[in-house]
């Protein structure tokens, strides 16, 4: 499938290549080329340090979910440093690297590029997908924004993420999330065939399936037939196989056991299991927690006192 490969606007007929070589070689080609000091105007010099990473700590307190962008490191920065590191450690993933990450110019070309290249299929092209994307993430910096908070808080929760690379690449979650992003404007444009297409997609790419009218962080706004969507609050963690349906609002700093099916509202900083979900400690008087469970991801502490089970 094609890869979008930003290339600089300056003469570059003095890079010219054999024709005869095969792709993977082009592309390392250009991975080697890219690497050269003369290209330095694509790839920041700043330097990187501990001290960018702004140290995330559980609070007891939902309003500090709220943190300041500006005293953390650029996640798009710091994975161009990531690629060129993994790729001195594994040669082999240059070309790949080099169409995923290090030829991109801006993370809104990067991730429209990646997006286009898994939703794509023989009828519906990547370029066809990539024009689509990158027209909406370059016009919507709020989307951008959203991406970089989402990759900086996979980063510092989930134990399983090695790198920012890691999460962009290789994270069917985080990549469901930000093709969301995109049909959901895409809805509120009215360009609702699209949004679907963008949403049947991802569903048979990545299995997961939200409805482009639901809108990530501040609950939905299905108007035609009432709202209908889901309202899930700052810091709730919820498990895998969970089913939450129809108009349910899930309180700040909830827990949602893995495989519940939730058809009532769940009180904050409480915990719901089973099916149908139940609060842990019972209705009139809830066991309340005291850690945020999107920080902690402390997907067990609910089934402590009635089960050995132990990891």
């Not at 990549?175 to 963008?198: E, P, S």
């Not at 949403?199 to 997961?208: L, T």
Request: glycine share 6%; net charge neutral.
């Amino acid at each position: 499938m094609a890869a979008c490969v930003d290339t600089p606007r300056t003469d570059t007929s003095h890079l010219s290549r054999d024709p005869n070589k095969s792709q993977a070689d082009d592309n390392f080609y250009n991975y080697a080329k890219f690497c050269q000091p003369s290209f330095s105007d694509r790839v920041s010099g700043l330097p990187f340090t501990k001290n960018h990473m702004k140290t995330m700590h559980t609070q007891s307190v939902v309003e500090d979910l709220h943190h300041e962008y500006d005293d953390r490191e650029d996640p798009w920065l710091k994975m161009q440093e990531e690629a060129r590191l993994d790729v001195e450690q594994e040669p082999i993933l240059s070309s790949y690297y080099y169409t995923s990450i290090l030829s991109q110019k801006t993370l809104e070309r990067a991730l429209a590029n990646h997006l286009a290249i898994k939703l794509s299929n023989s009828s519906l092209p990547s370029t066809t997908l990539f024009d689509i994307f990158v027209g909406v993430l370059e016009e919507n910096r709020d989307i951008i924004s959203a991406v970089k908070e989402d990759l900086i808080a996979v980063k510092e929760r989930d134990p399983a993420c090695i790198s920012y690379v890691h999460c962009f690449l290789n994270f069917k979650g985080f990549l469901a999330c930000q093709a969301h992003r995109v049909a959901h404007k895409l809805w509120t444009q009215g360009r609702n065939v699209l949004a679907i297409l963008i949403q049947n997609r991802v569903s048979e790419a990545f299995a997961v399936d939200i409805h482009p009218g639901a809108r990530i962080g501040h609950g939905g706004t299905g108007k035609i037939s009432g709202d209908r969507h889901p309202k899930i609050g700052d810091g709730v963690l919820i498990g895998a196989g969970t089913c939450i349906l129809g108009n349910i609002r899930i309180g700040d700093g909830a827990k949602i056991g893995a495989c519940s099916v939730v058809l009532k509202d769940v009180p904050p900083r409480t915990t719901a299991v089973g099916n149908p979900a139940r609060l842990v400690g019972g209705k009139q008087n809830p066991i309340k927690l005291d850690k945020i469970p999107s920080f902690t991801m402390d997907h067990t502490s609910h089934i402590a006192e009635w089960s050995d089970y132990v990891i």
